[in-house]
């Protein structure tokens, strides 16, 4: 995924592996990195790229290793999947239904257009 922070005033490229943490992953997301800072950066505006590698799980001393040398700024950590959302946000978030209702009237509507 590629994000640009206001902030930072830089792009973010994280990429998400549903596996465990190896070593060649860093140098995939160095090599995404490279190519966003070579075709998308404006040198005269935005700082250099950052990455973020989301992986189920990972060994710190492996991912320690694997980043050691690399000249592009990485972190590598891991996340949780949850099975039900949590109660606060069910409200803010639509239905399954509401989106199917939703994806249906788009689609009618571009059924109607041709």
Do not use: W
Request: charged share 25%.
């Amino acid at each position: 995924m590629l994000f640009y922070h206001l902030h930072l005033r830089c792009y973010v490229v994280i990429e998400l592996k549903v596996g465990n943490f190896i070593p060649e992953y860093a140098g995939k997301l160095n090599f995404y990195l490279s190519a966003v800072d070579d075709l998308l950066r404006q040198e005269s505006h935005d700082q250099p790229s950052v990455g973020i590698l989301l992986c189920k799980t990972r060994n710190r001393i492996v991912a320690e290793y694997a980043l050691r040398d690399m000249n592009k700024p990485m972190g590598v950590s891991t996340y949780q999947l949850m099975h039900a959302l949590p109660e606060n946000l069910k409200s803010s978030l639509p239905s399954i239904e509401e989106l199917e209702a939703e994806l249906s009237g788009i689609h009618q509507e571009e059924s109607d257009d041709e």
